[in-house]
Nanobody, 120 residues
Framework: QLQLVESGGGLVQPGGSLRLSCAAS????????IHWFRQAPGKEREGVSC????????NYADSVKGRFTISRDNAKNTVYLQMNNLKPEDTAVYYC?????????????WGKGTLVTVSS
């Protein structure tokens, strides 16, 4: 069964860091572009970052540029989102999703999310 599982969320103080992981089972993550989305309470889901299947192309939302870094280890079937200098407005449920390309339509495969709370 094709599955994506996010982990690494939690409570962190403003200015702190977290690293989210997106692990795949049932399929080879290396064939897919992997997206990170987030949804804050009362807000629409928004795209945060994406990395191409080979890892050569990455993109970021303006709100996280310079603070978040996406990477992948296809040998471990895992994609990471390193989040530094976290702000309260980064509080959200973070989802990873697998699709064909970063600029393509809504990815077909989604994880269930991991909660990130940035608060003092």
């Amino acid at each position: 069964q094709l599955q994506l599982v996010e982990s690494g969320g939690g409570l962190v103080q403003p200015g702190g860091s977290l690293r989210l992981s997106c692990a795949a089972s049932g399929f080879a993550l290396g064939y897919y572009a992997i997206h990170w989305f987030r949804q804050a309470p009362g807000k629409e889901r928004e795209g945060v970052s994406c990395i191409s299947s080979g890892g050569s192309v990455t993109n970021y939302a303006d709100s996280v540029k310079g603070r978040f870094t996406i990477s992948r280890d296809n040998a471990k079937n895992t994609v990471y989102l390193q989040m530094n200098n976290l702000k309260p407005e980064d509080t959200a449920v973070y989802y990873c999703a697998a699709g064909a390309i970063c600029s393509g339509p809504r990815p077909p495969y989604w994880g269930k999310g991991t909660l990130v709370t940035v608060s003092s």
